[in-house]
């Protein structure tokens, strides 16, 4: 049986910013070469250009495999190409995947891995491939690391589909940075998370460990809002993990953490496109350092299972 077609969403970020620096014309003249590179990586992988979009393509694979390989080389190759660049110039790649059923027409394609694979674009986050489980289920051997994400809730889907996150790194940690002030952080006698509390300005809200993951963002799609404008639409994202609250940064202009106990700016934990586990209690910096006194900060209180019973027994 002959797999399904695999689309992708190739996006870059921050090409505002890059108009802001370079003016429109040299701007203009950056992405459009930039986008017809990704063009061509996906064509050199037998994919289809079906069109771009401004600041991204929109192609179509054979297969997930070949999709997959295609976006590997991309963020591979654009991610040398960003070590080099001036960071007010650097647009990074974000990267949706995904299989199934797909209709032409005049052209243009349709279907639920078209939706899907752009959803998953504007989700995963700068520097990041998002892929549903029907494209890892096609890779086989092939020997390419990926992260379960569990169920993510995706606008206009009446079912939660299961994503995974591929890693294109070369050398890839079980967590991708563990930053060494983390090591020096009081961490909870009881290691098995059970729910987090979140606040900002009047909002306050309780997530537990079995509705995770969830997403701190701008835009209502977010299960936590904070309507700031430094904040992305989606910023980052807290799963539960082996026992554990992680946090996961996926915005363009980075995420800062504190525990309670630390003082200073020096005790704050910068996270861009990293991960922290988080215990006990602190605040969470959206967008801007926490040492900026009007960033965008949400306080928050994690609670462990052991806490959780011993409450219930006592009612």
């Keep these: 049986m002959a797999a399904p077609p695999t689309v992708v969403f190739a996006d870059l970020t921050g090409s505002t910013r890059v108009f802001e620096a370079m003016g ?3 701007a203009t003249e950056t992405v459009t070469r930039l986008v017809q590179w990704i063009g061509g990586v996906c064509e050199s992988h037998h994919g289809r250009v079906v069109k771009t979009l401004g600041d991204g393509v929109f192609a179509i694979f054979p297969d997930g495999a070949s999709a997959v390989g295609a976006v590997l080389e991309l963020q591979r190759n654009h991610q040398k190409r960003l070590m080099v660049w001036p960071a007010p110039l650097r647009m990074d790649l974000q990267i949706g995947v995904a299989s199934g059923e797909v209709l032409e027409v005049d052209g243009d394609s349709y279907g639920d891995a078209v939706n899907l694979a752009s959803r998953l674009s504007d989700l995963a986050g700068p520097g990041q491939i998002w892929a549903t489980e029907s494209v890892i289920d096609q890779l086989g051997e092939i020997g390419v690391r990926h992260r379960n994400l569990g169920p993510i809730n995706i606008r206009g ?4 589909p299961i994503v995974h996150r591929i890693d294109w790194q070369d050398e890839v940690s079980e967590f991708l940075t563990m930053p060494a002030s983390l090591a020096h952080q009081p961490r909870p006698s009881d290691s098995s998370f059970g729910q987090i509390e ?5 909002v306050r809200s309780l997530f537990r460990a079995d509705e995770l993951p969830i997403h701190l963002g701008r835009v209502d799609e977010a299960q936590f809002v904070v309507n700031d404008p430094r904040v992305s639409r989606l910023h980052a994202r807290i799963e539960a993990r082996q026992g554990s609250c992680v946090l996961v940064d996926v915005s363009t202009y980075g995420t800062w953490v504190r525990f309670h106990g630390t003082a200073g700016a020096s005790g704050e934990i910068a996270l861009r496109r990293d991960e922290c586990v988080l215990h006990g209690s602190g605040e969470i910096g959206l967008g801007a350092p926490l040492s900026d006194f009007s960033a965008p900060t949400i306080s928050f209180n994690t609670t ?6 011993g409450r219930k027994n006592a009612r």
């Design 157 to 160: 889907k009446s079912e939660t």
């Design 24 to 26: 429109n014309a040299r």
């Design 198 to 202: 979140l606040s900002w300005l009047d």
């Design 304 to 309: 462990g299972n052991n806490v959780l019973l």
